[in-house]
């Protein structure tokens, strides 16, 4: 199913369930704003090349719009409306003070050399960089791209504005970057698993699990979707949990070994090959049946769509964790229900990496750019962020509360799942739109 049909559907089930206003319904579902721009680069080789870039800002009613901005040839406007759509609902789950934008250029980055995706980003940003902003709209990594990106888009930006460095998240730490950001969609998606199991009276010790992910290769560099950002933390963290990763796939291939991948060694073979294929601790399979493989806990964490009509049948994992952005569709929700898998939906499970990016815009905004007009209020935002530009959290303080954001989070959503008699989806889901949606009435969206 199209990724936007499919978020529309999930929206107006929510939508109704909660017993929204049908304009408001309507309102809450037309983005605030579609951008689609040219970009043109000179190559490597002197012949010039076209991409056609895009960023979708959802919604604003709770804060400055927040997405990743993705490289990918499959990249067009239904996919990041859909995107745009699920970070709004996402950052209410989360109940960070943001909406949703996402952001993306059709090209395959590993065609590309490090010197033409600079130029390439460096075009993009002069394309919409008076229509980004710290308090308007910030961009973060997305599939093909990374802190590198982010660093160029700064540097871009600030030759119009002046030094920004909270007008990205997911930034080198030299340039403001937060300590666990590069961990924290893997690390959110641990504490999402560790809240479900214990729902379930489990642990994540001696539990199965399956990693579906994918990986790039840009001219000599490895550019992780998945295994890098998602995928390896997650697989990394769970076996330190005493977790037990059965399969893992990527691009170049999938292995298995019921016995345990040795996920140290596998970063490294990864690491020096590019990827999983070849690695010595595991059995080669077809890439294709990792979804399948015989496990308690899958985690997709690459692609949208991969669970579908034609394999929720055969999936046989009793949990299944959204560590990408609606890898499941519909249809597989409806099959997977009544097999009794349990699902953990993407805008609460992957919000790890959202949370930890409002940490390091916080950490960085600087307040004293702006006119202080009431001292008061000035002192109270000052207590609110806890940390302004020159004060930076170290990674303990970041993963604690990440913790506690994703445990709390996780919470609201069976709170919602209790008043409304639905599934964790739909919990979900009525928690980030009713939230949205009571920022909208406040804030006067009939004026």
Not at 402 to 410: A, D, P, Q, V
Request: contains cysteine.
């Amino acid at each position: 199913m199209n990724a936007l049909v499919a978020t529309n559907r999930n929206f107006k089930l929510a939508a109704r369930l909660l017993g929204l206003d049908s304009k408001l319904e309507k309102s809450l579902l037309i983005p605030f704003r579609e951008i689609k721009v040219e970009c043109t680069i000179p190559k490597d080789d002197g012949t010039l090349a076209s991409f056609v870039g895009f960023r979708i800002q959802h919604d604003n009613a709770r804060g400055p719009m927040k997405g990743g901005i993705r490289y990918h040839p499959e990249v067009d406007p239904d996919e990041v409306n859909a995107l745009a759509q699920l970070m709004t609902w996402k950052t209410a789950v989360a109940n960070i003070p943001y909406g949703g934008a996402k952001g993306g250029i059709g090209c395959n980055p590993g065609d590309l050399s490090i010197s033409e995706l600079e130029r390439l980003t460096r075009v993009f940003t002069q394309k919409i960089h008076d229509l980004i902003g710290i308090h308007a709209d910030v961009p973060a990594p997305d599939m093909g791209t990374g802190p590198q990106t982010m660093a160029w888009i700064l540097d871009e930006y600030s030759k119009f504005h002046g030094h920004s460095p909270a007008v990205v998240t997911g930034k080198p730490i030299d340039l403001g970057g937060s300590l666990g950001r590069d961990a924290a969609t893997g690390r959110g998606v641990l504490f999402a698993t560790e809240a479900l199991l214990n729902e379930h009276g489990k642990n994540i010790a001696g539990q199965r699990f399956v990693i579906q992910v994918q990986v790039y290769t840009v001219s000599g560099y490895i550019s992780f979707q998945g295994f890098g950002n998602v995928g390896s933390w997650a697989a990394r963290l769970i076996g330190e949990k005493g977790g037990k990763i059965v399969a893992v796939s990527d691009i170049s291939g999938a292995i298995k070994n019921s016995k345990g991948i040795d996920v140290p060694s596998l970063l490294k073979h990864v690491k020096e090959h590019r990827g999983v294929k070849g690695f010595s601790g595991g059995d080669s399979i077809d890439s294709n049946s990792i979804l399948i493989e015989d496990c308690d806990v899958l985690i997709p964490a690459a692609l949208g769509g991969v669970i579908n009509r034609e394999n929720a049948n055969d999936i046989k994992a009793k949990f299944i964790i959204e560590a990408a952005n609606h890898p499941t569709d519909p249809e597989a929700d409806e099959i997977l229900s009544k097999k009794g898998v349990v699902i953990l939906p993407d805008i609460y499970a992957n919000s790890g990496g959202v949370t930890v990016s409002y940490f390091e815009w916080v950490q960085v905004i600087n307040l004293w750019a702006r006119p202080v007009q009431n001292v008061l209020m000035y002192f109270y935002v000052l207590c609110k962020l806890q940390n302004i530009q020159g004060f930076m959290w170290d990674e303990e303080k970041v993963n604690n509360e990440l913790k506690t954001y994703m445990t709390r989070g996780f919470k609201d959503v069976k709170e919602m799942c209790r008043t409304h008699n639905c599934d964790l989806r739909m919990g979900a889901f009525t928690l980030g739109v009713n939230r949205v949606a009571r920022a909208t009435v406040l804030r006067g969206w009939e004026a």
